[in-house]
Nanobody
């Protein structure tokens, strides 16, 4: 059974940085694209960032491009989201996601079958 567990969230001030981690169990992530999504209160879940299975390609939502970075450490079965220059608009629960099929990386939540429980990020202005 595939499980994803996020960590690293917290309460920070505007302009601060946070690094989220997602550790996978039940599979090795080396042949899977991995993504981060987020959901703010009373809003739908939205795409944040994705990295392909080789780690050579990344794609970001316009709202986070230039501030966030996604990267992976396959040896540790970990995916990270480095978030810099945070604003109150980044306040949300952040979810790690992995698809069922190998080699897929996508910006749509429909492409992902496995989700973590989420980690709360709160940015005070």
């Amino acid at each position: 059974q595939v499980q994803l567990v996020e960590s690293g969230g917290g309460l920070v001030q505007a302009g601060d940085s946070l690094k989220l981690s997602c550790v996978a169990s039940g599979r090795t992530i080396s042949t899977y694209g991995m993504a981060w999504f987020r959901q703010a209160p009373e809003k739908e879940r939205e795409f944040v960032a994705v990295i392909n299975w080789t780690g050579t390609e990344t794609y970001y939502a316009t709202s986070v491009k230039g501030r966030f970075a996604i990267f992976r450490d396959d040896a540790k079965n970990l995916v990270y989201l480095q978030m810099n220059n945070l604003t109150s608009a980044d306040t949300a629960i952040y979810y790690c996601a992995s698809p069922r099929r190998r080699y897929i990386s996508d910006t749509s939540s429909q492409a992902y079958d496995y989700w973590g429980q989420g980690t709360q990020v709160t940015v005070s202005s």
